[in-house]
């Protein structure tokens, strides 16, 4: 991008308040700033709640917050309200902590590629409710999806999906339960991507469905538009995205270039009926259906204002709500319409009831479970409460409109946010409790730590009218979403210790194997030792260490670090993990426990004598 | 093929338990019967010896792995005990045959196991035989987890003997299936009706001066619906209920104060060294594998709580509809010297929580 990123920004501010000029922009709106609303002050402030958000020591948080670590490559569960790091799941990038992408296991899994870019994690779903049983998540740098088990806590599937760029959106199925997740393509590239010299007006994007269980791609929808965000209904009959870039732009003034983008919805059982009629095309060794304008019935356009970003679905089913980035609006949509429009019984744009004015710069939007919308709002810097209702009221209420007297509340953040999301809030218990705002810029709000610094994420109590901003924490490259789980749901699946002979590989007793030059060497690990105490090599040997840890009790791991080599690993309890290696250096070198677990955790090292 | 993983898995778990187990830790000892009763004749009957002198039987002889292999110490393992007494009910002697406790780790020799257990000579069995109480640590400070187990298994094993020769006779109680039946139960009555019990070990009590609770400890059975819906919330029962498979029960702990019953040894071992169930002869210890946290606390006007736990009862021998004691070893500081305080509630299920 040859624009630095700050002038790209104000470039948008710009647009957003010159170039808002689409028809489906109501004057009034336009004719209100962001002063009109007020920002929230000290004064304005409701009396102290007593919802409390201190975790005293002791005490557990009331939440698992699940979050994508963006260009970090990794998921990371927090707790909240206490916002306190429990865990980082590593995903797509490489962790030498644990050895992910240096034990056999993870590479299989990464297949030599540890950059990722995670955006989205979305759980597995039963009747409108995460289930504890998966998450997911995309990496739009690779464009893979990996899953990851809720018993283990540890990615156990990764998908590479074909003929697609800019994985973004990941949403799974809600209703009945998850069988498919769908994922999108923000960046549109020839399909297949075999030839180099195709016009970008030939460019396509790819929505992919996936199956949840078998981890395939079961097909992909091809269009012309790009896809951003994505979500699904409450009815498990459609997925839903935005577009930005129907002008199939290569450059940033040409996916300005039209007053509207869309809203895209997908028929799932037009798309079902589809693959069984055998409408596809083998596309890099997955279905492809033609989802392009006039070429079937599999999709709908609706006309959103100018580059819309977030779509998020109303924790009561009935609306999607596309946030308008460029647009200082948002659009409702009545989901119980989109049949029809699938019938052609009423033209897409009368699916919009609503499409209130929130400020400059809306992203996403969450809710509160009391019928309540908050939105992110980028560039005024700001989170902004309303009411769904009352929006799509003043519709036919000029006058309350120009007051836009559905904002409830307009809360600055610090700063710049990004993606906001509420307890429980994209599932039908959407409970009203906590949101997190996640702010890209940190700017002077923790010690000052050099040039490049982190993120910063704010923790907001909705339980009122107002919004309060209630605590600031620091958070490393760069969550972009995060879902907000209620304990009770995770708290009863996930699990203190492996189930050992799920790996075939288990170790039961110590050993070494040779086969020609292929040594394995099986190792028990029970606190303070290894099973075997020397193991003799030739140089020149493939080694294959395998560690099981024997030890049941919780929390108790042991690490597998090998001097010289380069090698580590943790297995937990019960876990078995295995690594590959070449002894090209002849000499004593000892293994040793790295994971701290005994009171004789420094005397748990073991010597590999390579001859 | 799925036959064939459960097949091998049922076949390697004993000896994946026993695979590669640091050996440097073990001690094995050489041991003749007398040495834990004196007499010219042992018979030897179904997993006990019958101790005779001059024709007369002189008491009872038993090796531990025979009766509470189930209890194991820090390192995993039975500690086996060669446990004899006699016809009163006297413990004539104790000598450990193996164990693996890793005590060598914490400063101690064999031989301040020796002296720990040299205590139990002369201890009735039919009296209470506590960690704490009656048995004193202070030969093994430090060691609790081993302390614990150590005498779980020497009372269970030799009460269950006593049973079996009628040492020990139990008055019959009839067992009782629980109701099923749910009634909304304020805190209040919860304590009222004895679904509740409460122990308060004092600050005065251990020396620190102060009325106020060291530990104000409230526990109960979760199963009865009355109890475990009120206490624990609908949810959480439902959760808790659904963890436990045919047979186990479960019981809530939680307490408030600065003395902690939960201690860090289960950290370590995995094993809870400062609590344990008595019913009967047998005795009923925790592991990490049991536990799962408790924070809140449901019913209305129950106090706060600073930490807590619901812990499973394996064993199917547990019986919920009689009686059983609840016994407590909390640690504490006098100065730099560790200590312990020993407390006891007994338990009884109130009638209108079972079936009659």
């Known amino acids: 991008m040859s624009i630095d990123r700050r002038n790209f920004l104000k470039y948008l501010g710009m647009a957003g308040a010159v170039a808002g000029t689409s028809l489906l922009v109501s004057e009034g709106i336009k004719a209100k700033g962001k002063d009109a609303i007020g920002p929230a002050s000290a004064e304005a402030q409701t009396k102290p709640q007593k919802h409390d958000y201190e975790v005293k020591p002791g005490e557990l948080d009331s939440y698992y917050g699940f979050w994508s670590g963006g260009h970090s490559g990794e998921v990371r569960i927090l707790g909240l309200p206490s916002m306190r790091e429990i865990k980082r799941i590593p995903v797509f990038n490489m962790d030498v902590g644990t050895g992910y992408g240096i034990t056999n296991e993870s590479k299989a899994l990464l297949k030599g590629k540890f950059c990722g870019d995670t955006h989205h994690v979305h759980g597995s779903y039963k009747n409108g409710v995460y289930d504890g049983k998966y998450l997911f998540v995309n990496d739009k740098l690779n464009n893979r999806v990996a899953r990851i088990r809720c018993d283990y806590m540890e990615v156990d599937k990764i998908l590479d999906v074909p003929n697609i760029q800019g994985m973004h959106g990941l949403f799974t199925q809600r209703h009945p339960k998850t069988e498919w997740l769908v994922v999108n393509s923000e960046f549109q590239i020839p399909v297949p991507n075999n030839t180099p010299s195709q016009a970008p007006s030939q460019y396509n994007g790819c929505h992919t469905v996936i199956d949840a269980e078998k981890m395939e791609v079961v097909c992909q929808i091809l269009m012309d538009e790009n896809m951003d965000l994505a979500a699904t209904d409450y009815g498990g009959r459609y997925s839903m995205t935005t577009s930005y870039n129907i002008e199939k732009g290569v450059t940033v003034s040409e996916m300005l270039g039209s007053d509207y983008d869309y809203m895209l919805v997908f028929h799932w059982d037009r798309i079902k009926k589809a693959l069984s009629d055998g409408k596809f095309k083998m596309v890099g060794g997955v279905k492809v259906l033609d989802g392009r304008a006039g070429k079937s019935d599999l999709t709908i356009r609706i006309k959103i204002p100018k580059n819309p970003h977030g779509i998020n679905v109303s924790p009561d089913g009935k609306y999607a709500v596309c946030s308008g980035k460029v647009a200082p609006t948002c659009s409702v949509v009545a989901i119980d319409k989109i049949e029809d429009v699938f019938n052609g019984k009423i033209k897409p744009e009368d699916c919009i009831v609503a499409q209130p004015y929130i400020g400059l710069g809306p992203l996403h939007t969450t809710f509160d479970g009391k019928g309540n919308a908050i939105t992110s709002v980028f560039i005024d810097s700001t989170n902004v409460k309303w009411n769904v209702q009352k929006a799509i009221d003043n519709e036919k209420l000029p006058e309350e409109k120009k007051k836009n007297s559905h904002i409830i509340d307009v809360l600055d953040v610090n700063y710049q946010v990004g993606h906001i999301m509420a307890t429980m809030a994209e599932t039908k218990e959407a409970d009203g409790q906590w949101l997190v705002s996640l702010n890209k810029f940190s700017k002077d709000r923790f010690l000052n730590v050099g040039p490049l610094k982190n993120e910063c994420e704010q923790l907001v109590d909705i339980t009122g009218d107002k919004l309060k901003i209630v605590h600031d924490s620091a958070a490393y490259i760069e969550p972009h979403d995060c879902i907000i789980v209620r304990r009770d749901i995770i708290e009863k699946v996930v699990k203190d210790r492996f189930n050992m002979f799920e790996n075939p590989l288990a170790v039961t007793k110590s050993g070494v194997e040779r086969k020609g030059n292929k040594v394995t060497v099986k190792l028990t690990a029970n606190a303070p030792v290894f099973g075997l105490q020397e193991v003799q090599l030739k140089k020149g040997d493939e080694v294959t260490v395998i560690v099981t840890n024997h030890d049941e009790i919780s929390d108790l791991g042991h690490g597998f670090a090998l001097s010289n080599y380069n090698i580590n690993f943790v297995v937990a309890p019960f876990q078995t993990k295995s690594v590959t290696f070449t002894a090209d250096k002849p000499g004593v070198y000892w293994a040793y426990c790295t994971n701290f677990c005994h009171a004789l955790h420094l005397e748990m090292r073991m010597r590999l004598i390579v001859t | 093929m799925k036959k064939i993983i459960v097949l091998l898995f049922v076949l390697m778990l004993p000896v994946a338990a026993l695979a590669d187990k640091p050996k440097f830790l073990e001690h094995r000892y050489e041991y003749k019967l007398e040495d834990v009763l004196k007499a010219d004749k042992y018979e030897k009957k179904d997993r006990y ?103 779980a298994i020497i009372a269970e094993s030799a009460r269950k003997v006593a049973s079996m020769s009628g040492i020990i006779q139990h008055a019959h109680q009839k067992s009782h299936k629980l109701s099923k039946k749910f009634e909304a139960l304020s805190w209040k009555d919860l304590m009222d009706s004895g679904a509740v019990k409460n122990i308060v070990v004092t600050q005065e009590e251990i020396g620190q001066g102060g009325k106020e609770p060291y530990i104000d400890l409230f526990f109960g059975l979760v199963a009865p619906p009355s109890i475990g819906k009120n206490v624990l919330g609908e949810r959480a029962y439902a959760d808790a209920m659904d963890t436990l498979k045919e047979g186990e029960s479960a019981v809530f702990i939680f307490s408030n104060g600065p003395g902690s019953f939960k201690g860090s040894g289960f950290a370590r071992g995995g094993v809870f060294e400062r609590f344990n169930l008595e019913q009967d002869d047998k005795s009923y210890v925790f592991t990490d594998k049991d536990y799962k946290i408790l924070t809140d606390i449901a019913a209305k006007g129950s106090p706060a709580l600073r930490e807590g736990g619901i812990f499973i009862i394996r064993a199917k021998d547990f019986d919920q509809s009689k009686p059983f004691k609840l016994k407590l070893v909390i640690g504490y500081r006098a100065g730099n010297e560790k200590k312990f305080k020993p407390a006891v509630s007994d338990y009884k299920l109130p009638d209108k929580f079972m079936e009659q």
């Open chain 2, 49 to 151: 010896w019958e101790a005779y002198t001059a024709g007369k039987l002189v008491g009872y002889v038993l090796l531990s792995k025979d009766w509470t292999k189930q209890h194991v110490g820090y390192a995993g393992k039975h500690m086996e005990t060669l446990i004899g007494f006699d016809t009163k009910g006297q413990i004539t002697g104790v000598k450990v045959v193996f164990h693996a406790e890793p005590i060598v780790l914490i400063g101690l020799k064999e031989e301040n196991y020796d002296n720990f257990m040299k205590q139990y000579k002369g201890m009735a069995i039919t009296q209470g035989m506590s960690v704490g109480n009656e048995i004193k640590m202070d030969a093994i400070t430090g060691a609790t987890v081993t302390a614990v187990v150590q005498n």
